[in-house]
Structure formats: C-alpha cells, structure tokens
C-alpha cells in the first residue's frame, strides 16, 4: 500500500496499536476530492504544509486509534479541546464523544436542535457523515497566522452531499465551512491546546436542504398546510 503523503503516522506503527476497524484506514477517495478542489497548494515543508498535515494527522487518530496512549500528535495528559467557547474537552472525552459530536455540541433548545449529539454515540455519528458525505470531508489551511508555539489558522473543510443525512435527500451539491483555529504544542511539538470557532449552520444548513423524505404535506379540511410524518422524525423522541 502506497503512503499517505499527508498523515505521517498512518504507516510503520506497532502492532500493539488498537485500531478502530482492524488497521489503519485508507484516505484514497478524500485525497483525491482534496486534491481536485483545494484552494491553495502549499510548498512543501513550509509552515502551511505542515500545520495542514499535522491536522490531518490527528484527525486519523481521532476517528481511527481507540487508545489515547497511541497517540502520536498529542500530549494526552494536558490535551484540550475548546469549541466555540464551549468548555474544554479532555483527550478521554474527544476520544469517547467523536469529532462530529464534539465539534456540534449546542446549548440551543432540545426542540430546535438540527443535530443532538448528546443522542448520537461516536459510531452513529461517523455513520451519519460517511452515508451523506461518500467521499469524504476534505480540509485545508488558507491561511497560517503564527508559528509555534501558539499557530492561529483560517481553514476550509468540505465534501458533497451525495447519500441521505438523518432522513434528507441528497442534492449533489457541495457542503462547506470556513473557520479559525488555534494550536498550542509544547516543545515536542505535540498538541496541548486546540481551540476551533466556526458555525455550524454552515455545515448543517447544507445537509439538511435536501428533501425530508420522512415528511409529507397534506391539505388540512380548511384548506391550510399541515405536516403529516409519514414515518417517525428522526429528531423526535
């Protein structure tokens, strides 16, 4: 199997490291997508380069390694996650929670929540993402601020919406976000600190314009629209 030109730590590991899916994971089809529709090429072994790659690196570790100990991009004692303000996640709990519902955590009321990942568990969670977004969720630095210890960065993620997410047709359409990001690391140059703030709407607004294939309209005797399901709402409990 060729390597990985972006995740430097999806090859030569030992086999004592617990994955996921029984090995490591193969990126050929979101390479691909990433590659085709990338805004920027960085040169290789600049700053971009590497904070893009490092990123990567330890969101393959993240969805894929199910012990913090095999980590390689973090320190898993001072490790944190902070999303939009919300309090800090320690390694253990990204690790328990998942990426999707780690970045989609809301304090929005139950009844107006697009997507509760207070309800979802890590594996329903990439289940629901991989369905709607087949070949895969690319992401990229735009733009790097400052260097380490502290890196601030501008990034892009995308995909097209091209399965069904929680009852919504797909539409073909691409689905995308822009955000900002920091990083501290310490010397080893593992993560300490990540700090992301974006909106999520950006990324939800998308997947849920497809048609809700789980709804049907009905005239009501007056003449008025009613929303009749046709089967239970995936949002109702």
Not at 72 to 87: A, M, Q, S, Y
Not at 222 to 228: E, M, N, V, Y
Request: aromatic share 12%; net charge negative; with cysteine.
């Amino acid at each position: 199997m060729a390597k990985d030109k972006y995740r430097s730590f999806l090859h030569d590991e030992p086999e004592s490291v617990q994955w996921r899916h029984g090995g490591p994971p193969t990126y050929d089809e979101v390479n691909k997508l990433f590659e085709e529709g990338r805004t920027k090429e960085w040169p290789e072994g600049s700053l971009e380069e590497t904070v893009q790659n490092a990123i990567k690196s330890w969101e393959m570790e993240l969805s894929h390694k199910t012990r913090l100990q095999d980590f390689k991009t973090i320190n898993p004692d001072k490790f944190k996650l902070f999303v939009n303000g919300r309090e800090g996640l320690s390694g253990e709990e990204t690790l328990r929670l998942g990426s999707y519902n780690a970045l989609l955590q809301s304090s929005l009321p139950e009844e107006l929540k697009p997507y509760k990942a207070d309800e979802e568990t890590f594996e329903s969670s990439h289940e629901a993402f991989r369905s709607a977004l087949p070949r895969g969720f690319a992401w990229e630095v735009i733009k790097v601020y400052s260097g380490p210890p502290e890196i601030a960065f501008k990034f892009r993620h995308w995909g097209f919406f091209e399965g069904h997410f929680k009852g919504h047709a797909p539409t073909g359409n691409m689905v995308q976000f822009y955000g900002l990001g920091t990083v501290k690391v310490d010397d080893s140059l593992k993560v300490e600190e990540v700090e992301i703030y974006y909106d999520p709407a950006e990324m939800l607004g998308g997947l849920l314009s497809g048609k809700n294939t789980n709804h049907t309209i009905e005239d009501d005797i007056d003449g008025t629209k009613t929303s009749a399901p046709s089967q239970k709402c995936p949002f109702s409990k």
